[in-house]
């Protein structure tokens, strides 16, 4: 396992979706992590990470709606998504930052008005 995202679906306006990332600990223990976005026709954008002190930030599009957590047993980093938007649709990522030149393939988050 390098980076490997998943659960992204489809999901109306207004609803939840939770996403995991199981990242090789080669990438996990020694980078801060963060979670990217790309949208149709859009460049790939970071969303959502930690930085020092396991601080978060996030950007204003999403703040308040999506939160980012991890679990250091488990190797894993997630991204709570509340309060969808069809604005949220896009192919999600979680990447170090700064990212790292290898990409998983991410998952596909599909948000209905």
């Known amino acids: 396992v390098q980076l490997q995202a998943s659960g992204g679906g489809f999901v109306q306006a207004g609803g939840s979706l939770k996403l995991s990332c199981a990242a090789s600990?080669?990438?996990?223990?020694?980078?801060?992590m963060g979670w990217y976005r790309q949208a149709p026709g859009k460049e790939r954008e970071l969303v959502a990470r930690?930085?020092?002190?396991?601080?978060?930030t996030y950007a204003g599009s999403v703040k308040g709606r999506l939160t980012i957590s991890r679990d250091n047993t488990k190797g894993t980093v997630y991204l709570q998504m509340n309060s969808l938007k069809p604005e949220d649709t896009a192919i999600y990522y979680c990447?170090?930052?700064?990212?790292?030149?290898?990409w998983g393939q991410g998952t596909l988050v599909t948000v209905s008005s």
């Open positions: 990447n170090a930052v700064p990212a790292l030149r290898m």
């Open positions: 930690f930085t020092s002190g396991g601080s978060t």
């Open positions: 600990a080669s990438i996990f223990s020694f980078n801060y």
